[in-house]
């Protein structure tokens, strides 16, 4: 309850008050034809199955190794307890790279399927490339947090989730602050806009929204797929805007004047420190419900309630009660990224004046991305991070009407 009360509270506090554009209603078949919805359709609707059933593959695999871990493995926690800094940081590892492992399957299909819709470009070496890159940076970030679980375990006894929180809101800002320029170029090449007109209407866009743009990038997202998109990245020195090469070479001006306006609204309203905001008001909360749950989880596997003395063998229903509590509050999360989203929509419609332009890019984003126009309700409630295209395209409507 008390996460749940402080994820309402942090989505009262941080939702924007005012900025959204009422979106009118459309038809998606006055934008899109019956053959572009039909795909669409077809290919996210088993993308969609896919996503969960990874998610319950994950779930199973955690909940397995927390309440009726094979005997081998509980030697292994057990041997493990024998130098506890040492032994967390291995069992973190293991966790890491089993789920990468059992979840492989289904990540190799979704993969598969791209590839055959002409979405992903990737042959499956490089993509089995990108799946261990990401697989080593993961059990690098699960050795660290092992150890320092264990660590604050003993340390802190009950108390643990005080720093633990700390912990949470410390790394969310840490990440965000390097992937720009540690993470980020592991998988891709990233290079200045350079001198032309582009760059010229980026940096007159930023001046008349008041926004201190930093650097804008050109990414090389083709070598991966051929979807566009563009993001805000980075805190302080790190901040920047990136543009797919994708959206720069296939997309008209006007339209990509409109993502450069999006992002430039993202600066302005200072969103991505609004994000690390709500993290830090949800995460003292979320964080007891997580100890809450190792210890029920650890009592029922045999491990007492002594967590001092679990030590490396509570890691695994440390784990599994860490991810139900981050998949409740990532929904919860995008309950404030859709209105947020969508004021950035509306800041780009009032910066550009061209409402035709950025209707034409919501739709040539859904064509291009295969993205389903108007998703099941229930799927968009939970997972969806931005409006839907339907939206989008009713916001530009209402838009052009008042104007």
């Known amino acids: 309850m008390g996460a749940a009360a402080a994820a309402g509270v942090a989505t009262w506090i941080l939702s924007p008050r005012g900025g959204p554009i009422e979106p009118a209603a459309v038809d998606p078949t006055a934008y899109f034809s019956p053959a572009e919805l039909d795909r669409a359709a077809s290919f996210r609707g088993t993308q969609r199955l896919i996503g969960l059933g990874a ?7 955690l909940a397995v190794l927390a309440l009726r871990p094979p005997a081998p493995l509980r030697r292994a926690l057990a041997r493990c307890g ?13 966790i890491s790279l089993l789920l990468v492992l059992t979840g492989l399957p289904l990540s190799a299909w979704a993969h598969e399927r791209a590839v055959a819709a002409g ?42 989730w005080i720093p633990a929180a700390t912990v949470v809101v410390a790394f969310a800002i840490g990440t965000v602050y390097l992937s720009p320029v540690v993470i980020d170029p592991l998988f891709n090449r990233f290079e200045p806009l350079p001198r032309g007109q582009l760059r010229s209407d980026v940096l007159r866009l930023a001046d008349r929204a008041g926004v201190e743009v930093g650097e804008v990038y050109r990414i090389d997202a083709s070598r991966r797929t051929t979807a566009a998109n563009a993001y805000v990245a980075g805190l302080g020195p790190t901040k920047r805007v990136v ?4 959206l720069l070479d296939d997309f008209p001006a006007g339209q990509v004047r409109s993502v450069v306006a999006h992002e430039l609204g993202h600066q302005a309203n200072h969103d991505l420190p609004r994000g690390l905001l709500w993290i830090a008001i949800v995460a003292p909360a979320g964080t007891l419900l997580v100890q809450r749950l190792a210890e029920r989880i650890g009592a029922r596997a045999g491990l007492g309630t002594d967590q001092r003395a679990a030590g490396p063998a509570l890691l695994p229903a440390l784990a599994l009660g860490l991810g139900l509590v981050s ?6 999360g995008n309950a404030v990224s859709r209105p947020v989203e969508q004021r950035a929509d509306a800041f780009a419609l009032e910066l550009t004046g061209d409402p035709q332009a950025f209707i034409g890019l919501a739709r040539n984003l859904a064509r291009r991305n295969l993205a389903e126009p108007d998703p099941p309700r229930a799927h968009q409630l939970l997972f969806g991070t931005h409006p839907t295209t339907v939206q989008r395209i009713g916001s530009g409507v209402s838009f052009e009407r008042e104007r």
């Open 55 to 61: 998610l319950a593959v994950s779930g199973v695999t």
């Open 119 to 160: 979405l992903a470009t990737q042959s499956p070496l490089a993509w089995l490339a990108d799946v261990g890159r990401s697989a080593a940076i993961g059990a690098v970030i699960a050795a660290a947090g092992g150890a320092l679980a264990v660590a604050l375990l003993r340390r802190c006894r009950q108390r643990w």
């Open 243 to 246: 543009l797919y090469d994708t």
């Open 82 to 94: 024998r130098r506890p800094l040492l032994g967390g940081a291995a069992v973190g590892v293991g």
């Open 327 to 332: 998949l409740a509050l990532t929904c919860a």
